[in-house]
């Protein structure tokens, strides 16, 4: 552990993948950071990379084994960033800091994936200690060393402290042609352009718009996961050559990380057994619960985002793999039907069937963000929000670009589905997204993704909806009562079993 007395300008509790990755993001830009972790093998490895990536530069990390030295280290008021798992290590970190004699202006920054409720909590817990504030990042590993995404919320006054940190190590965008600008070699800092780091505002919430990128990330690697599985499994195309495919469309309006990594993992092959390698991982998705989290939160406020939730149960259903072995010999698929369309022509179909899906699914991200804002009486910035993810990110992508141009022209648009850039998409592609629809049921390819985002598509753009139904079963059985379309006030019940009866304003 190297003890040497340097005064350090940030504090870095927990070096683990994403802490290690940042603490050196940030020394690259200029920074010196006084590390800490309980494990602290994983200090001396971040010193250890530090010295091999950057020989050429004074030790930039410097080790240290407790709180009360790390403390000790650190120019005041302090800022001391934390990257621990959600939940209770994060107050473990913090209680610790307190008996460690952290002052009132001193700054304690959560970097991980905590849930926003914790967060805005912890804000005011904190709040005669030190100043809480928090930033979500996102982008992985990769992101975290080279340029991650970073949504930081909490005290405004913290914020104009951090903003130039966090503006250093985001990743960057071109302003003129909004693409990210490619990664900064290590030991040297991020190269100049936009930051995709902007305050989101009040505590709490900028861990929640994380959340939503979660939840729209989930939606995204779901509908690439399905139209590959047409891909796979009803037009009988190797996992290359819809790597292919991936590659081309990655040309074009799905220009995006996920559709670039799904390309590279569908190109791997197995080193041992020379087959393509997602043919050997077991068809059982894990989740942290970010997506879980949104599900929830969308179903709590009552925001529909089936697309994201359908997301979050295909992965459930796929844990239950014994379960689906055992069926897969009792249940039949269709007897005949399916794909009918020529292969040329499917993959067109599907580009476009993916590219409508996705815009729905970002559409009830938005939403959801601009339901839960409402809600929590939060000024959300969706345009800001949309360019802070251009680069950086899981879901960055060139489509965000005309997402954060449809906040820019009307900030307080209800649904990307009604900007005319979207509607304009929508109008050109829909025909074929509706046959991949119709084709995949046929075949028995599950894509309820695809098909929820239709759904809703279907639903948003229709003036009556079945509800009106729906509304008369709930009074019929629970005298739940109904409002009248050629009535613009009242709630209204019909004695069902007394049908000379008149109905009654309730
Ligand atoms: C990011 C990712 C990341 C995500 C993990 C696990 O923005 O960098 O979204 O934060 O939480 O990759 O994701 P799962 O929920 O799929 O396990």
């Not at 709930?474 to 069902?496: C, I, M, P, Q, S």
Request: net charge negative.
């Amino acid at each position: 552990m190297n003890k040497q007395a340097v005064t350090a300008s940030i504090g870095f509790v927990g070096l683990g993948v994403m802490g290690k990755s940042l603490a050196l993001n940030l020394a690259d830009n200029g920074y010196t950071v006084a590390a800490f972790d309980l494990e602290s093998h994983r200090v001396d490895a971040a010193i250890a990379q530090d010295r091999l990536e950057a020989p050429h530069l004074p030790q930039r990390i410097f080790g240290y084994s407790s709180y009360t030295e790390l403390l000790s280290s650190l120019s005041t008021p302090r800022i001391i960033m934390v990257s621990v798992p959600a939940g209770d290590p994060v107050d473990q970190v913090c209680n610790q800091l307190i008996d460690a004699g952290i002052e009132s202006e001193d700054i304690v920054v959560d970097t991980g994936n905590s849930l926003w409720t914790d967060t805005r909590d912890r804000e005011k817990h904190y709040a005669d200690r030190f100043i809480f504030f928090s930033t979500a990042v996102s982008g992985g590993e990769e992101g975290a060393r080279f340029g991650p995404a970073l949504m930081p919320s909490g005290d405004p006054v913290a914020w104009t402290r951090l903003r130039p940190v966090f503006e250093a190590i985001s990743a960057k965008v071109d302003a003129a042609t909004g693409l990210p600008i490619e990664r900064n070699e290590p030991g040297n800092p991020v190269k100049e352009g936009e930051p995709c780091a902007a305050y989101i505002g009040d505590s709490g919430s900028g861990h929640y718009v994380k959340m939503v990128h979660n939840g729209i990330e989930y939606a995204d690697m779901q509908l690439i996961c399905e139209v590959y599985h047409v891909m796979r499994h009803a037009m009988a195309m190797t996992p290359s050559e819809i790597a292919s495919v991936l590659r081309e469309w990655n040309k074009g309006p799905l220009h995006s990380y996920l559709i670039e990594i799904s390309a590279e993992v569908l190109d791997h092959k197995d080193q041992e057994t020379g087959k393509p390698l997602v043919d050997i991982i077991m068809d059982k998705a894990g989740q942290k619960g970010t997506g879980l989290w949104t599900a929830v939160s969308a179903l709590q406020i009552g925001a529909p985002a089936p697309t994201i939730t359908n997301a979050v149960f295909a992965r459930a259903l796929s844990t239950l793999k014994e379960v689906r072995v055992a069926a897969s010999k009792t249940l039949p698929g269709p007897k005949s039907g399916g794909i009918t369309t020529d292969k040329e022509h499917m993959i067109e179909q599907l580009h476009d069937a993916l590219y409508c899906a996705k815009i729905c699914a970002y559409a009830q991200g938005f939403q959801l963000m601009q339901l839960a804002a409402k809600e929590h009486g939060w000024d959300l910035n969706f345009s800001s929000i949309a360019k802070i993810w251009r680069a950086g990110c899981i879901i960055r992508a060139v489509f965000l670009q005309p997402i954060a141009d449809a906040f820019e022209r009307n900030p307080q648009l209800d649904s990307l589905l009604m900007d005319p850039f979207f509607v304009e998409q929508l109008v050109r592609y829909q025909d074929n997204w509706r046959s991949v629809v119709a084709q995949a049921v046929l075949a028995g390819i599950p894509a309820g993704a695809i098909s929820s985002a239709l759904a809703y598509y279907d639903s948003y753009r229709t003036e009556v909806l079945p509800a009106n139904l729906l509304q008369g079963q709930r009074d019929y059985f629970g005298a739940h009562t109904f409002a009248r379309v050629d009535l613009n006030e009242g709630k209204y019940h019909v004695h069902w079993s007394e049908p000379g009866r008149p109905m009654r304003k309730v």
